[in-house]
């Protein structure tokens, strides 16, 4: 079945660090990747999606490229700020047809520090 | 993209009471997923909801448990059923609309 994995955390980084969290995927067919936020006592958010192959998600200083070759989907940012501390999830969808759940990695909790 | 309001947003409940949530959609959705997202863990799917059909459970969750209701295209209750401690867990619902994945704000829920 699909699945994700994602670096272990968490990361404690100082501020204006660049920041990279490892993400790769098992999945049938093409899917379509996503990153998720999820600050502290907040609800999830989108961050940025991708839906085929060497698409480059980007939002908010953060960008994710789709690797089909290694199964890939890292999120970087090259400075980041205390206000990027939360949870970052990595999760797939086989098709985004309606009927198909979103599938997501274990989440990486990252701390920036001033 | 598809807003959603889930309420309760929080709640401390005895154990062997029942909770039940509600996700309201402000546009028809095809299906409605609930999932349980435990203390410091990842998000993990607990079934799918399609209006008029049984929802479809995933391994480990159980319908006299965990009971949906889909009465129509835009709504849905998932309720926690003879609680215990281990429920206590965030519980959030999520919709497909437009291109992408809308999540309702969650519901906190503690078992006391």
């Known amino acids: 079945g699909n699945s994700v994995t994602q670096m272990e955390g968490p990361v404690t980084l100082s501020e204006e660090a660049f920041l990279t969290i490892n993400c790769t995927y098992t999945?049938?067919?093409?899917?379509?990747l996503f990153w998720y936020v999820q600050y502290p006592g907040e609800g999830l958010q989108l961050l940025l999606k991708?839906?085929?192959?060497?698409d480059k998600g980007s939002n908010k200083g953060f960008e994710a490229t789709y690797r089909k070759e290694t199964t890939s989907f890292h999120l970087e940012k090259g400075s980041v700020q205390v206000s990027d501390s939360a949870v970052y999830f990595c999760?797939?969808?086989?098709?985004?047809?309606?009927?198909?759940?979103?599938?997501f990695g274990k989440g990486t909790r990252l701390s920036v520090i001033a | 993209s598809a807003v959603i309001s889930q309420k309760p947003s929080r709640d401390i409940c005895q154990r062997g009471t029942s909770l039940t949530i509600q996700c309201q959609v402000d546009s028809q959705v095809t299906m409605m997923f609930w999932y349980r997202q435990q203390p410091g863990q990842s998000l993990t799917l607990i079934a799918t909801?399609?209006?008029?059909?049984?929802?479809?459970?995933e391994s480990g969750f159980v319908i006299d448990k965990f009971p949906i209701s889909r009465p129509n295209l835009t709504f849905s209750t998932l309720t926690v059923s003879n609680m215990s401690p281990e429920d206590s867990s965030i519980y959030l619902c999520?919709?497909?609309?437009?291109?992408?994945?809308?999540f309702g704000s969650g519901t906190r829920l503690t078992v006391v």
């Open positions: 999760a797939l969808s086989s098709i985004i047809s309606g009927n198909t759940p979103l599938v």
């Open positions: 909801a399609n209006q008029g059909s049984e929802a479809t459970y």
């Open positions: 999945a049938t067919g093409y899917p379509s």
């Open positions: 999520s919709v497909v609309a437009g291109h992408g994945y809308t």
């Open positions: 991708a839906t085929k192959a060497d």
